[in-house]
């Protein structure tokens, strides 16, 4: 197994705060989400950004993984967990459990032999002796609801997600827990949302980030604009700006007594002058506009 550098994944200084993470992170996750992306290895580089992720973002496994990389390990080199690290509470502790689909979207041996999963043990007992576990599911799944699959002690249980489920709302499985004793005990799943590469939320309403050129922006333009439930058109009115806010209404995670809307933010972009006609157009707009950004 080899040793993994979060921070060199995502491109940042292991001095990075939440921002820059976050930043990197969603830049990276659009650059090679596999639905978008054609680059080559494109679905591995967004696994191991997506893991990358998953521990700086979370200040107990960076502080963690942190106190590790001081040992001095570099990308690549054979890794063996030290003693005292790994297996049951390390991190947060707790038994955590990922989509489980058959492949796909699974972190690597050197996440799970750190931060545990749901192959292994580690299960937290609650009060009454109930199991309680961190289940990780996808905003999709959260939007729509549906079927599960997870691992417990050798055995497989499907796990019904309601659409419109929160984080921190908890799933019972009745029996599903410890075994032994007088009777079985429950399973307590907690829920949490997974990163998502294109979206955040916020309560019931779904964030996201709309990149446009610098002419439509100025101009108008109808664009098409993913969303938990598909591809819906968007009008973008003329002389929008960074960071002007559109609404979708309804588009966000289900919920009463109404639906979440989805908030598409504005991110104008300029494209880079390549050529020597592309660098006098840019000169002409100079001439034309008696623009300075600093005033607005």
């Known amino acids: 197994m080899q040793f993994k550098d979060y921070y060199e994944t995502l491109g940042v200084e292991p001095t990075a705060g939440e921002a820059e993470i976050k930043t990197a992170y969603r830049r990276l996750a659009r650059k090679y989400h596999p639905d978008v992306s054609k680059e080559k290895g494109a679905e591995e580089r967004f696994k191991a950004v997506n893991e990358a992720y998953e521990v700086l973002r979370d200040k107990d496994k960076r502080a963690e993984y942190d106190q590790l990389r001081a040992h001095g390990y570099r990308p690549g080199e054979e890794f063996r967990p030290p003693p005292g690290f790994g297996g049951p509470g390390f991190g947060g502790g707790g038994f955590r459990f990922e989509q489980d689909f058959g492949g796909g979207g699974g ?37 729509a609801g549906g079927k599960q699959r997870i691992s417990i ?64 922006a100025a101009l108008g333009t109808t664009v098409s604009v993913p969303t938990l439930g598909g591809p819906v058109e968007l009008r973008v009115p ?59």
């Open 107 to 143: 972190f690597s041996d050197f996440f799970e032999s750190l931060f545990g999963g749901g192959r292994g043990p580690g299960r937290a007992q609650a009060p009454q002796g109930d199991v309680r576990a961190t289940l990780s599911v996808s905003l999709e799944q959260a939007h």
């Open 153 to 216: 002690d050798g055995r497989t249980l499907e796990v019904n997600i309601p659409a419109g489920i929160a984080p921190g709302q908890v799933i019972r499985l009745a029996g599903q827990g410890r075994r032994g004793g007088p009777r079985p005990s429950d399973l307590l799943l907690e829920v949490e949302y997974r990163p998502h590469a294109q979206f955040e939320v916020d309560g019931r309403n779904v964030l996201y980030t709309l990149p446009l050129a610098p002419w439509q």
């Open 238 to 296: 003329p002389d929008s700006d960074t960071g002007r806010k559109l609404r979708l209404r309804g588009r966000g995670l289900p919920g009463k007594p109404a639906p979440g809307d989805q908030i598409v933010e504005i991110e104008v972009r300029a494209p880079k002058a390549s050529t020597d006609a592309q660098k006098d157009l840019y000169r002409q707009m100079a001439d034309a506009f008696d623009f300075d950004p600093g005033r607005g």
